[in-house]
């Protein structure tokens, strides 16, 4: 669900009036890629074999960049990137340059999957940008691991993981957090569900702008 | 958008609870494909090529079966048939289906483009299907048209097409129909953006579900 909200994010972003104004855009949304975290963190299959078939049949279709709408990917990104001349646009760089320019001087809170957090892969790319930030705690993380798993990537109803969500942003909030960093593809689904009107970064939005801006079109204006 | 729509509704109606359940997907959304109303009416651009050249690429991706969300395109599928060995699923062919089936003994109005129309894809599968049919009159067709160029596909705002789609189906209403065959992908979107609560077959939903049979999943129960 997370590649078509990326997809999506794409055509309603690009300036176009017409079939023909849009960028070709090659998916392979591939099921069979071994869960990242669960590699990161618990020794589980390794995803690369599985990500590096995809890179190889988006290559051959005439791709000119790769885009991978899955944060704790990125973790991966150093050896997928030695197996193509494809350039990869990060979408943790895309969502920090955007969390600087629209909140600057103020502190976000980055709500990850444990394999993201825990490979620093955000809070490297946000000291970069000299952004302050906060991350949950302990129990706040084993929330929005529910609210990942068990919520969004079952299809749960959003009723079912709201008080979970909110109970974690609440937490930061109330320990400084200005804005949050949806910074797993799943929430900026679970924020649109649930009518949520947070400060917030959605990596999914700013890496499909990353990916027009390279392919040569204009990002509509609101 | 009409593609992303295909993508998320095979998304949310597949029996998944984690990513490792969902159906492979490739996708070719291909903006250089000719406008297919205006190769079948006024000696357009063949789309033909453009649309043989993305059946190779997702066929080397390895494809099991095809399927192509765009009706009118589907005037142009005995052509693309000898292309290839692989099974074109039938956008068509599923839609009247699921008129016949959900609405037995009903009338149903054809909302489609002018090329969809005057090749009679739908007024053939319908009354393959025994279901009586009705299409717009002239002035209607054009209001419709003005609808899906103007207002979806240049991504208006919903309130610039309302009148139009409504005095459509108004139109329709009066005149007999029960219910209405969203026989051109941009109309499912037109109507969800409305917020109207039409009796309808959404072909791209249908289409979907014929895909999750055909690769051998379940369709998700509501």
Redesign the interface.
Known sequence: ?A??DL??KI??LTD????????????????????RTAAILEGGADPVPAMADSLR?LE???ADCVIMPCNTAHYFLPRLEVLTKLPFLSMIQAAAGACRRRFPGKTAAILATKGTLSAGLYQEALAAEGVAFLVPEAREQAALMEVI?QGV???ASPERYREAFCSVTDGLTRRGADCFVLACTELPLAVRSLGLDLPCVDPTGELAKAAIHFCGYSV?EK
């Open positions: 669900m590649t078509a997809f999506q055509t309603a176009a009036n017409r079939d023909n104004d849009h960028i070709r855009i090659y998916i392979d949304s591939n099921a069979s890629i071994p869960d049949k051959s279709c005439g798993y990537k079952a299809g509509k």
